[in-house]
């Protein structure tokens, strides 16, 4: 998707059919389970069928193009890896007034888990909304660490990447501060689990964040590194 293009409802805009709109969608969010790359610009396209408009199916005919010329490029899962570890990342994106929280996992250099939701919550700063989804991001590597010891694979404290300082000041400070004693409890669970050493909340900057590709439209310079940063690869150039 081109960094200049801003998707709304284009309320003055031809209509297009909606079936079909619904099955191309619907196809490409089925894909999504093997292409992260997509999973942006596919979601952000998904907001409009309740009244598809041209200028929502030129975007997805873009999406198309773009898949049709990158068949050969995937998700690389080497065998035999010497390092088995897991590394969280998350990142809120506020558009507007609906907050979305992204959160995806590593194991080893391998892109294991990913996902995109709305908050359910009202986030009155962009640090607490940060919080919250470093929070959801924490759960899920709790869950990957217990899989893993299923398997007999002992992970220690996991780094979980985050780009905003004071979300992770809040993770790290136990002191109730005038501007976060509104936030539920329930959201705190984050705090105990650095106290306690599961994970480790570490600040990274905002061009080096992995989640960008899947909460914003980037130059293909940053979404080519980004791309590889994932571990998908063009397996044609293996051949």
């Known amino acids: 998707m081109s960094m200049n293009e801003h998707l709304d409802a284009d309320v003055d805009g031809k209509p297009v059919d909606q079936s079909t709109y619904f099955s191309m969608i ?8 093997s292409r ?4 942006f610009s596919v979601s952000l396209c998904a907001r409009f069928q309740a009244a598809p408009k041209a200028s929502h199916l ?16 995937g998700l690389w899962y080497p065998e035999g890896a010497k390092t088995l570890g897991i590394l969280g990342f998350g990142l809120c994106r506020i558009p507007c007034r609906s907050q979305e929280y992204l959160r995806g996992h590593l194991l080893g250099r391998s892109l294991v888990s990913w996902s995109s939701k709305k908050q359910y919550c ?7 909304a940060e919080y919250i989804a470093a929070g959801a991001c924490c759960a899920q590597i709790l869950y990957m660490k217990q899989s893993l010891l299923d398997f007999g694979v002992v992970c220690g404290s996991v780094p979980l990447l985050c780009d905003n300082e004071s979300a992770a000041k809040i993770a790290k400070n136990p002191v109730q501060h005038s501007h976060t004693k509104h936030i539920d409890i329930c959201h705190h669970f984050l705090r105990d689990h650095e106290a306690k050493g599961d994970i480790t909340i570490t600040g990274v ?5 992995l989640a960008d590709i899947f909460t914003k439209p980037l130059g293909e310079e940053t979404f080519c590194r980004l791309q590889s940063e994932l571990n998908m690869l063009d397996w044609s150039n293996f051949m």
Request: positive net charge; aromatic residues 4%; glycine residues 2%.
């Open 205 to 209: 900057r905002s061009e080096e964040q």
């Open 26 to 33: 619907g196809s490409l969010l089925y894909l999504t389970a």
């Open 36 to 39: 992260p790359d997509i999973m």
């Open 58 to 73: 030129t975007a997805v005919k873009r999406i198309l193009r773009y898949l049709k010329h990158t068949l050969s490029i």
């Open 122 to 128: 009202v986030a009155l700063s962009t640090a607490e």
